[in-house]
Every structure is written in C-alpha cells, then in structure tokens.
C-alpha cells in the first residue's frame, strides 16, 4: 500500500510562474488536505475536500487553487507564484471526521 | 480562537532518561486530538488519537493522556531512534476536517 503520495519531491520555480502539486491516495479515503510547514510556524491548512466535487477554503488559501474530480487525487495549484510561498507542502488523507489524517513525505517548493 | 501550544521547543535526553511533552489547547468543542512524529524531510507519521478527557493510549515507550485543557506525551526510558519532532494537533467541533497544529517539540536522545 502506497498510502499518500506527493509528486515532485523538490521543485524550484522563478517569480510569477505556475505550477501544479501532485497528490494521489490508494486507501479510498473521502477527506483530503493541503497543508504548508514553514520554520517557526507549524503545519497551516490550505485547502480541504470532503469528497470528490466538494472543495473549501482553510486557514491561508490565497494564490492557491484546488480541485478534486476523482477520490484518489487532491492537486493543488498555484496560478503565480511568488516568493512568500516557499514551503514544504503536505497532502493528507483521513477516513472520515475525527479519524487520523495520514499525510505523505512533502513537497519542497522554492519560489526565486 | 482555536490554538495549540506545545512545551518545551526543545528537549535534550539521556538514553533512558523519562520525561514528558506538554500540549495545551484552547478550542470550541474538541473532536480529537492527535499526536504525530515527523522525522526531518518526511511526512508526519501518526501516533494516537485521543477523544475526551481521562483518555490514555501507549505504544511501546510512549503514552499519550488526556485533560480538558492539556494532554501529555510521556516517554518512558528513551532510545536514541525516538529523536525527532513530536506535533500535537486537534480538531474542533465545527472546524470540518481542519488540524490545528502546534508547532512542535524537538527531541534529541543521546546514547
């Protein structure tokens, strides 16, 4: 069982560029999450789904956008990238409310 | 508002030197609240879920309780493989699939 996984490991982008991350789960979960993780700030949500069509906002969603067409894939983009989103991304997976999120190895994004 | 703060930042161990990580919480109606591991450039990995007040679970050196208003990670005679950050997270009642994280506590085991 592959669990979450995130595609690209690493990535380096120039100012303004766009880009989409990739995360795909195999356990049939219907909640997905995107987190970033940034030095001296903890995990913060970005976007979540709770099941395929259905999309909302977290805690820091602008610059990104989100959509979920399939239960297995959650791909978050980002339309002009600039260099406050420098991050390590993260993609998450739970079976329902109160159930353990299980999240993948991350994205390390550096915006130039 | 909803928060989470996790004592202290940073912990350094004797190898088999017991102690405990603190994890205060102020939210609306709590769900859950979940301890992870994160070992540096991986994924948080789970470790417990914990649902009310009075609650313990263990796994092998690691137990995990349950107040209103805190819970603790106690570790019991430490190995050098625990080194790595702990995070506390919980789920408020009307916050949807939401975590609010900690920021974490660093462990560092040494032989």
């Known amino acids: 069982n592959a669990g979450v996984t995130q595609t690209p490991k690493f990535q380096v982008l120039k100012t303004g560029q766009s880009m989409t991350l990739q995360c795909a789960q195999d356990?049939?979960?219907?909640?997905m999450s995107w987190y970033r993780q940034d030095p001296g700030m903890g995990l913060r949500l970005i976007h979540y789904s709770v099941g395929a069509g259905i999309t909302d906002q977290g805690e820091v969603p602008n610059g990104y956008n989100v959509s979920r067409s399939t239960t297995e894939d959650f791909p978050l983009r980002l339309l002009s990238a600039a260099p406050s989103q420098t991050s390590v991304y993260f993609c998450?997976?739970?079976?329902?409310?109160?159930?353990?999120?299980?999240f993948g190895d991350g994205t390390r994004l550096s915006i130039l | 508002e909803d928060q989470v703060t996790q004592s202290p930042e940073a912990l350094r161990l004797q190898e088999g030197e017991s102690s405990s990580l603190n994890c205060s919480y102020t939210?609306?109606?709590?769900?859950?609240l979940f301890w992870y591991r994160q070992d540096p450039g991986k994924g948080p990995e789970f470790l417990f879920t914990?649902?009310?007040a009075g609650e313990e679970k263990e796994k092998e050196r690691l137990k995990a309780t349950l107040t209103k208003k805190e819970s603790f990670l106690h570790i019991t005679a430490p190995k050098p493989e625990d080194s790595a950050t702990y995070l506390c997270a919980v789920q408020a009642d009307q916050a949807g699939t939401a975590l609010i994280f900690g920021k974490g506590t660093t462990l560092s085991v040494s032989s």
């Open positions: 998450a997976s739970s079976y329902g409310l109160a159930q353990p999120q299980h």
């Open positions: 356990m049939n979960h219907e909640y």
């Open positions: 914990l649902y009310s």
């Open positions: 939210v609306s109606g709590l769900r859950g």
